[in-house]
């Protein structure tokens, strides 16, 4: 039996950040962290981006130090009130708290899917780019954050890249449709077939050497749902990343829907600004900081020699207020309520702003053209 302060479930940039925030606060209490993949936390956005540019796989490994790591083992058992956990191997986990950073698995495709790639981990990564040469016919399926990131990145190594999504445009969820239909041309330009309003049926008959998935992912809340803590949408957590009304019970990161008190509203965020974060502020709560969380996390993204960082909500369902300096190019969107106060900013090849677009969104003043961060 393993026995310790401190168990963290998962193994990635998370729970990396939770063993810092913990050591903050207690130098010495043991910390166990069990993952499921046979590698040491890494940074998992080099793997749709820097990596495909020449990155060395050198600089994702993020070094985990003051815990002890058991890799390769997935926990499959959890007894909140016991204070015990199982892996799949039978090993048993004696804890006095544990946190949740479960992450999320990919969404997959309905019916027989064949030898899809369900791109995720460094080990897909690695599979892909194997498989990958000059002239390989490579489908993308999704148009969403992985799909477009995928397809740029397959294209600009010399895949023959086709794009389907049901979506019309790529970014859709994300992008005001204007800026969405010239990134779509954008693709197209740069030599990427766009099935946009696609649908596939069965993955047998695409004619493809390889078939990627970016389809987003599914919160890994099992564990949380069988221990009998709240769930809808992932695990249910208050400011401190409690769940319920435990104080020996945490989640964060992927899987943590958690209260953003600058938006009024819960979420659920999948991005790497906030694994960081959030996985901090938790882990240090963990270890008796109290401290809330109120961070507004960023997330990036690179498509060919397009670039952006957006804060806040931004989803295309909102209102938009846009400033650009070169439309489509440059510039900068707010996403805004009826009420023109700014709920998210995208800003499109604009860096450095991003702590002014928080700001914005925290002082809630409403938004006028021309005066975006």
Known sequence: METSKYLIIGGGMTADAAVRGIREHDADGRIVLVGDEPHPPYKRPPLSKKLWAGGEESSIWKNTEGADLVLGRRITALDVDAHTATDD???????????????????????????????????DFRALKERVHEGTRVTVIGGGFIGSEIG???????????????????????????????????????????????????????????????????????????????????????????????????????????????????????????????????????????????HIPLFYSDLFDLGYEAVGEVDSRLRTVEDWQEENKKGTVAYVDDDNHPRGFLLWNVWDKADAARDAIKKGEPVQEGALV
């Open 89 to 123: 191997h039978g090993e048993t986990y004696e804890f006095e708290k544990v946190l949740l950073a479960t992450g999320g698995s990919p969404r997959r495709l309905g019916g027989e899917d064949g030898d899809v790639v369900y791109f995720r981990t460094l080990d």
């Open 152 to 294: 740029a990145a397959l294209a600009s190594n010399g895949a023959q890249v086709t794009m389907i999504f049901p979506e019309p445009t790529i970014g859709f969820r994300l992008f005001p449709r204007g800026l969405g239909d010239f990134v779509t041309d954008y693709y197209r330009q740069k030599g990427v077939t766009v099935d946009a309003g696609g649908s596939v049926d069965n993955v047998a008959d695409l004619d493809a050497d390889v078939i990627v998935a970016g389809l987003g992912i599914v919160p890994n809340v099992e564990l949380a749902e069988a221990a009998g803590r709240a769930v809808d949408n992932g695990i249910v957590v208050d400011e401190y990343g409690r769940v319920g009304d435990r104080d020996d019970v945490f989640a964060a990161g992927d899987v943590a829907n958690y209260p953003n008190a600058a938006l009024g509203k819960r979420f659920r965020v999948e991005h790497e600004d906030h694994a960081n974060t959030h996985g901090k502020v938790v882990g240090a709560n963990m270890a008796g900081a109290n401290q809330p969380y109120d």
